[in-house]
C-alpha cells in the first residue's frame, strides 16, 4: 500500500530564509505525488503535482519540489518565506492506479517569524 | 466560478440525530470524494465515488453513508450522530485525467 510520512509536524522560520517541509513516501510503484496547502479556515488547494515527466516540479507562489527516487522522498522548498506562505501543508499520494482514493500525511504547519 | 459547494459550513448535533451534509460541484467531474480532517492525522478518505451510480467506500466509512443520483451531487448523510464524528469534514471533486483535487469550504460538525 501506499503511504507518506511527513517528518516534521511544525516548522518555523523567518520571513526571506528558505522553506524545507520533508516528506517520505512508501511504494511498490513509481506514483504521482502531490502537495497541498490549507490556509487557515480554508480548504484544500493544489500546490504541485509530480507525474514522472520531471523529477525537480514548479509549482505556485514560488515552492517546488524534487522527486528522489533513491531516497524515496518529495521535500517541498522555497528560497524565500513569505508572511502569506504560512498554512498547513500535507503531502498526499494515491492509494490506487487510478488517482480517485488518495492518502494524506499528517500534515506540516508553517509558522513564518517577521 | 462557484468550484465546489458544501452546506452547511456549521452544525451542532445531538446524540443520536441525523444530518445530511450536502456537496455540489459544477465541473462535470466524474471523481467526488469526502474526508475527514482531525488534528494530527491529517485527512482521512470517509466514502468516494467515480461516476453517478457507483460509490465505494474509504478508509473510514462506518457511521456514514452516500450516495450518487447526479453527477453534480454527493451527499453525506450521518444516521445516527456520535461524539466521535465530531470533524471537519471536506468534500472534492476530480476529473480522471488531472487527479487533481477540488475541495469545498469544509463542513464544521459537532455532535454532543
Known amino acids: 500500500a501506499q503511504s507518506v510520512t511527513q517528518l516534521d509536524s511544525h516548522v518555523s522560520v523567518s520571513e526571506g530564509t528558505p522553506v524545507l517541509l520533508r516528506c517520505n513516501y512508501s511504494s511498490s510503484y513509481s506514483p504521482s505525488l502531490f502537495w497541498y496547502v490549507q490556509h487557515p479556515n480554508k480548504g484544500l488547494q493544489l500546490l504541485l503535482k509530480?507525474?514522472?515527466?520531471?523529477?525537480l516540479v514548479k509549482g505556485i507562489n514560488g515552492f517546488e519540489a524534487e522527486f528522489k527516487k533513491s531516497e524515496t522522498s518529495f521535500h517541498l522548498t522555497k528560497p524565500s518565506a513569505h508572511m502569506s506562505d504560512a498554512a498547513e501543508y500535507f503531502c498526499?499520494?494515491?492509494?490506487?492506479?487510478?488517482?480517485?482514493?488518495?492518502?494524506f500525511g499528517t500534515g506540516t504547519r508553517l509558522t513564518i517569524i517577521p | 466560478n462557484a468550484g465546489v459547494t458544501q452546506t452547511p459550513k456549521f452544525q451542532v448535533l445531538k446524540t443520536g440525530q441525523s444530518m445530511t451534509l450536502q456537496c455540489a460541484q459544477d465541473?462535470?467531474?466524474?471523481?467526488m470524494s469526502w474526508y475527514r480532517q482531525d488534528p494530527g492525522m491529517g485527512l482521512r478518505l470517509i466514502h468516494y465515488s467515480v461516476g453517478a451510480g457507483i460509490t465505494d467506500q474509504g478508509e473510514v466509512p462506518n457511521g456514514y453513508n452516500v450516495s450518487r443520483s447526479t453527477t453534480e451531487d454527493f451527499p453525506l448523510r450521518l444516521l445516527s450522530a456520535a461524539p466521535s464524528q465530531t470533524s471537519v469534514y471536506f468534500c472534492?471533486?476530480?476529473?480522471?485525467?488531472?487527479?487533481?483535487?477540488?475541495f469545498g469550504e469544509g463542513s464544521r460538525l459537532t455532535v454532543l
Open positions: 498526499v499520494v494515491p492509494s490506487n492506479f487510478g488517482n480517485e482514493k488518495l492518502t
Open positions: 509530480y507525474t514522472s515527466a520531471a523529477t
Open positions: 472534492a471533486s476530480s476529473n480522471r485525467l488531472t487527479g487533481e483535487l477540488f
Open positions: 465541473m462535470n467531474h466524474e471523481y
